[in-house]
């Protein structure tokens, strides 16, 4: 992140480190209380309630649901779109296989809770942005919030939700990065240099729209 030496990227460096060291020691805090109150290291098998709501909001405070987003969209915009794609694609991947994991023992009542706000604030933060790298962040916390409402009834369908995602926002990151693309007002007059990708990137954002 911090490769160019830009104030802005090391700033969001700085803030990626922070965030995730935090949600790192929250993770293992979670496991030792389990392990102080039952007995053993198994973090799959969680049964004590402090544990559970501590592992639940390691977890979403390393994937940037709402309310622990701030992070995300501040280090997606310092960072370039190459380490942008790899910070909205396969850093999400550790964390959503812990959710997988540990999805039955997690706190149902706090995970729909930080996923119906996470659908809701992604949406609707991502309306005012004019640049495209925040717009991608706020529509990675919509997406994560459709995944972690759905991991307690099926989480396969989470996984399957997550590839989709991570499939769709890798031809977005990398036809920005070809057209060298970072705000609104350059992508309205990106078509006129490649108009094929152009189109491919308009089918691109429908469809992890939704459409």
């Known amino acids: 992140i911090s490769k160019s030496h830009h104030p802005r990227a090391v700033e969001a460096a700085t803030k990626y480190f922070l965030t995730q060291a935090a949600a790192s020691a929250l993770v293992l805090f ?66 959503i296989a812990l959710l997988y994991m540990t999805s039955p023992s997690l706190n149902p009542t706090l995970l729909t809770t930080l996923a ?32 972690v409402i759905i991991i307690a009834y099926s989480p396969k369908l989470t996984l399957l939700s997550f590839y989709l995602y ?26 006129t240099k490649t108009p094929p990708l152009n189109a491919m990137l308009l089918l691109t954002l429908l469809s992890l729209a939704g459409l």
């Open 30 to 95: 979670s496991s030792m209380t389990n392990a102080w109150q039952t007995g053993q290291w198994d973090i799959t098998q969680l049964t004590h309630p402090t544990s559970c709501l501590i592992l639940t909001s390691a977890l979403a405070i390393k994937l940037g649901l709402v309310p622990f987003h701030f992070w995300f969209p501040e280090v997606l915009q310092g960072s370039p779109l190459t380490t942008g794609l790899l910070l909205s694609t396969i850093m999400k991947l550790p964390p």
């Open 166 to 191: 991570a499939m769709m926002t890798t031809t977005v990151f990398l036809t920005l990065n070809t057209t060298k693309t970072l705000k609104l007002s350059t992508l309205m007059t990106a078509w």
């Open 116 to 147: 119906i706000l996470s659908t809701a604030l992604g949406g609707w933060m991502g309306l005012n942005q004019t640049q495209i790298r925040k717009i991608l962040a706020f529509s990675s916390i919509s997406h994560l919030g459709w995944m």
